[in-house]
């Protein structure tokens, strides 16, 4: 198929199919899988300064050690090892030598627990002799992000250079934040809707009971959400809520729009990365169809707080310890796997008319206020605490002690 013209239509016909083939087959459903990705920082014991890439005990040695106690372990290689592959995780590293672990998904979440935790166990007996741990929080305690190098992989450095022109938060989201991501499937058309929109109704409440962070690049934070505060000054036109996601008539073509409106960056190919800058998927592919890597790297560019794949993944929260991410991945689960809950959103959404800029006002309230602020005009707390009620009455009893395993509420202190 050759594509005349930038024929936008052929092109958005393109990415629309992809999502489509993302709907979960029928008979599955109630297994109401969860895909969990959680990012750490890698410290030192004594100064909580990030740990490089490179080096004696660096983050590539530790990745290199990890991935011997994994017979099964297939490398990530490129310019150099980038993590590793088995049949029940992925170790992969973010830019400035985040090690992240992406769980396949499933609908148990005590299997979620055991799998990080022999990951976590692991690790643990690798680093701590070195005097390094893993620190899961929204963003770099004490390193500032200017001493971060970055890890050997070209489309970083490509992107951070990018980033240099769009907005003054992209060095310090690469190299400065880490996050708790979930991700679920839809069954229709509708249900992808639905799900999109929920996820976004309550992304501000989960980016508020997972903030923890008191200090980045060894200052106080006065505020709440300082990760959302960095991707807000990142990049604009990939960045933050969906436009038009609230629209009732909201689908597949409407998000393959939106792939079209985001700069690429860059284009992967056999002889590594090709800058292409602040061009978008129909100028780039004016006059050819994408391969398949082309296909992934357009979905992969765009990082709105929900993004959609093959399935949605829920990208607000910031990173937390394992209690944390089961209590998320409950809520998550409780929340967006439930038809009555997601009713309750559409209808709270089309009666108080939100969109967008409701999710902005929302998250500044947020930021300047935490729990005393107002989550789309209620008060936080009681939002929470209404959110957390219609959560339980849709997950089992196991579910329910691993949703209850977490303070929601922990108190925001600036030191």
Not at 85 to 93: A, E, G, R, S
Not at 340 to 360: C, M, P, S, T
């Amino acid at each position: 198929m050759t594509l005349k013209n930038t024929d936008l239509k052929n092109l958005t016909d393109i990415f629309t199919e992809y999502i489509r083939n993302g709907i979960k087959k029928t008979g599955k459903t109630e297994e109401r899988d969860l895909g969990v990705e959680l990012e750490h920082f890698v410290l030192y014991d004594d100064t909580s300064v990030s740990v490089p890439y490179g080096g004696q005990n660096g983050v590539k040695e530790i990745i290199i050690k990890l991935m011997e106690c994994y017979p099964e372990a297939e490398a990530i290689t490129g310019e150099d090892i980038l993590g590793f592959i088995t049949p029940q995780f992925n170790i992969t590293l973010e830019p400035a030598a985040q090690i992240e672990i992406s769980i396949v998904p499933t609908p148990d979440l005590e299997k979620i627990g055991s799998i990080y935790s022999d990951f976590n166990e692991k690790l643990t007996q690798i680093i701590k002799p070195m005097g390094i741990h893993l620190c899961t929080l929204g963003c770099q305690p004490v390193s500032h992000v200017d001493d971060l190098e970055l890890i050997p992989k070209g489309r970083y450095r490509l992107m951070d250079a990018h980033f240099k022109t769009t907005g003054t938060g992209g060095r310090e989201m690469m190299r400065g934040t880490a996050s708790t991501q979930v991700s679920i499937d839809y069954v229709s058309e509708e249900d992808f809707s639905r799900k999109l929109r929920a996820a976004y109704f309550y992304t501000p409440f989960f980016k508020l009971i997972s903030d923890r962070v008191r200090m980045f690049q060894n200052e106080p934070v006065k505020t709440r959400l300082k990760r959302t505060d960095i991707w807000n000054r990142t990049d604009p036109s990939r960045c933050g809520v969906i436009p038009g996601v609230f629209k009732k008539d909201y689908g597949f073509i409407d998000y393959a729009e939106y792939l079209c409106s985001v700069p690429l960056i860059f284009l992967p190919g056999e002889n590594g990365e090709k800058y292409t800058g602040s061009a978008c998927a129909p100028e780039i592919f004016k006059d050819r169809k994408p391969d398949k890597k082309e296909l992934e790297h357009v979905f992969s560019m765009p990082f709105p707080d929900v993004r959609v794949k093959k399935y949605l993944e829920i990208r607000g929260a910031d990173a937390m310890p394992l209690q944390g991410v089961l209590s998320f991945c409950a809520l998550v689960k409780g929340l967006l796997y439930s038809g009555e809950v997601l009713d309750h959103v559409q209808k709270f959404i089309y009666d108080n008319d939100l969109d967008g800029d409701a999710v902005r006002e929302t998250e500044n309230s947020l930021m300047e206020e935490g729990f005393d602020g107002k989550i789309y005009g209620m008060p936080a707390r009681d939002f929470s605490e209404k959110a957390v009620n219609m959560c339980e009455r849709n997950l089992s009893d196991e579910d329910k002690r691993y949703l209850h395993g977490w303070d929601l509420y922990q108190e925001f202190s600036p030191e």
